[in-house]
């Protein structure tokens, strides 16, 4: 993904939006070389006078994804949306690849990025997931956005190096920070894809809640001459949230890139 459970309902998304990054004067600071080719893209027509933009595009497409999903995209229904043909879109975009790309560059430019700070820095990668995860469990399927693709749009690419900016000021070696930022994405797509099928299943909170009840009481329930270990251990199966087993999650990762990182400097 780089080249290199359960949470609380939440629809709220942090509220600072993160700017790229700028020079002294105020203008973007260096362009970006062209991205790698997509086998599937066509040619971009020429724009006619529209009123259309890349950015009202990504809010139309945002829109239809968290109404229908991934399967429900398309570049029709984007353009339904905004009151247009679908022909006049493919001058700003290239086809439902490049659409999913822009989705999850816009979405993952909304999470907060710190300034990275040796003392806090596990914490700051848990804020900044947790933030990432909470952005992607409010839109539906978007972790799918996000799952397979090599950063190499400008919000992504700045929550990428910002990322990997944190963890180096951990003490981790390049090796574990270039490794580790596939792993921390993975598991905070994943983690936010499984949330989603809850959060946008049509169930209330309350048939969620009693979901996981009769599951708590199933394994309760389970014979420990069969199956000895989950059933000693199905108390604590039950007792946490899906914000704690979210959060151990990073908590392994994080100590788990740090083992691994001093392991590799000892065998050196």
């Known amino acids: 993904m780089f080249y290199t459970i359960r949470m609380p309902p939440s629809s709220r998304e942090p509220k600072r939006v993160v700017k790229a990054p700028t020079d002294a004067a105020g203008a973007v600071s260096a362009a970006l070389p062209p991205p790698p080719r997509r086998v599937s893209r066509r040619p971009k027509a020429t724009p006619r006078r529209t009123g259309l933009s890349v950015e009202s595009i990504v809010a139309a497409a945002i829109a239809v994804l968290d109404e229908s999903g991934v399967a429900g995209l398309s570049m029709r229904r984007v353009a339904d949306q905004l009151g247009t043909g679908a022909a006049s879109l493919y001058a700003y975009v290239s086809g439902k690849d490049e659409l999913l790309e822009l989705v999850f560059d816009e979405l993952i430019g909304r999470v907060p990025l710190p300034e990275p700070d040796p003392k806090r820095w596990r914490e700051q990668v848990r804020e900044s997931l947790g933030h990432l995860a909470e952005i992607l469990i409010a839109h539906r399927d978007a972790a799918l956005a996000g799952l397979g693709r090599i950063p190499t749009s400008p919000k992504a690419l700045a929550g990428a190096d910002t990322l990997a900016a944190v963890l180096r000021a951990g003490g981790l070696s390049d090796r574990t920070v270039a490794l580790g930022l596939d792993q921390l994405l993975l598991y905070v797509c994943a983690f936010a894809f499984e949330q989603g099928l809850f959060e946008h299943s049509g169930m209330t909170q309350a048939e969620i809640d009693e979901y996981f009840e009769e599951i708590d009481r ?7 001459a069969r199956f000895p270990v989950l059933a000693s251990i199905g108390d ?32 050196s």
């Open 236 to 267: 604590e199966m039950a007792a946490y949230d899906g914000e704690a087993r979210f959060r151990f999650g990073l908590d392994v990762l994080i100590a788990g890139l740090e083992a691994v990182d001093r392991g590799g400097r000892r065998a």
């Open 218 to 224: 199933f394994y309760a329930a389970l014979p420990a």
